[in-house]
């Protein structure tokens, strides 16, 4: 996380100085906040239908912002304008957000953030062709780090003796070592697939991150 957030910091770093707005820095600081709750509670739901979860979310931001725009007198956009920013919606809102709900339910919040935290490394690899930016050597030092920490987190092995508590739940699951229940005549056929089921407690010790059957607290 360290060695992610510092390469985000140096990839956006402009030496050249200039004025800092404390109110905008204190806007984006709530901004990253509230994202970070918003992560977390989508966590919670990451068990669900990533596409339903993801329906919502969209149709309340949507409207919510759609809302402001008219409420702070701004006009509605031409068709064309429209069909962009709708295809921009479907691709980088819809479907960005049914993958990292996909990714907050195998990885957890806290991991999914360290790696969606590489973006930045991803944009400024394509403004070179997109918009003929040239790379300055703090960017290089900035790609570096983003590297490391990405690759720190894809090496981790974090493996301990662990209890599960009994649990019923319904998710999409194939039948793995956290997965060893009956099925009854109205239970879908094949795997994956989803069903309410039962888990019965279970201890036992295995590398693991923290998704729907890792929640537990470690000691100190």
Same mark, same amino acid.
């Given at each position: 996380?360290?060695?992610?957030?510092?390469?985000? #910091?140096?990839?956006?770093?402009?030496?050249t100085g200039g004025a800092t707005d404390p109110l905008g820095v204190l806007a984006v600081a709530?901004?990253? &906040? &509230?994202? #970070?709750?918003?992560?977390?509670l989508t966590q919670r &739901?990451?068990?669900?239908d990533p596409v339903a979860v993801t329906r919502v979310k969209c149709l309340?931001?949507?409207a919510t912002n759609l809302g402001l725009a008219i409420a702070l007198g701004h006009a509605l956009p031409g068709a064309g304008a429209?069909?962009?920013?709708?295809?921009?919606?479907?691709?980088?809102?819809?479907?960005?957000?049914?993958?990292?709900?996909?990714?907050?339910? #195998?990885?957890?919040? #806290?991991?999914?953030?360290?790696?969606?935290?590489?973006?930045?490394?991803?944009g400024a690899l394509a403004s070179v062709p997109l918009l003929g930016e040239t790379p300055r050597p703090l960017d290089a030092v900035g790609m570096v780090l983003l590297a490391a920490g990405v690759a720190v987190l894809l090496r981790e092995a974090h493996d301990h003796e662990h209890a599960h508590a009994a649990l019923e739940h319904d998710h999409r699951h194939v039948h793995d070592a956290h997965h060893r229940h009956p099925h009854g005549p109205d239970d879908p056929p094949g795997e994956p697939h989803a069903h309410p089921h039962h888990h019965a407690p279970l201890v036992h010790a295995h590398p693991h991150v923290s998704d729907a059957h890792h929640r537990h607290d470690h000691p100190a």
């Open positions: 996380l360290a060695l992610v957030l510092a390469g985000a #910091a140096v990839l956006t770093l402009d030496p709530g901004a990253c &906040l &509230l994202w #970070a709750a918003d992560n977390n &739901l990451s068990g669900k309340v931001a949507g429209a069909a962009a920013a709708a295809v921009v919606g479907l691709l980088a809102y819809g479907v960005g957000l049914v993958l990292a709900t996909l990714a907050m339910r #195998a990885l957890g919040a #806290a991991r999914h953030a360290v790696f969606f935290a590489s973006a930045p490394f991803v």
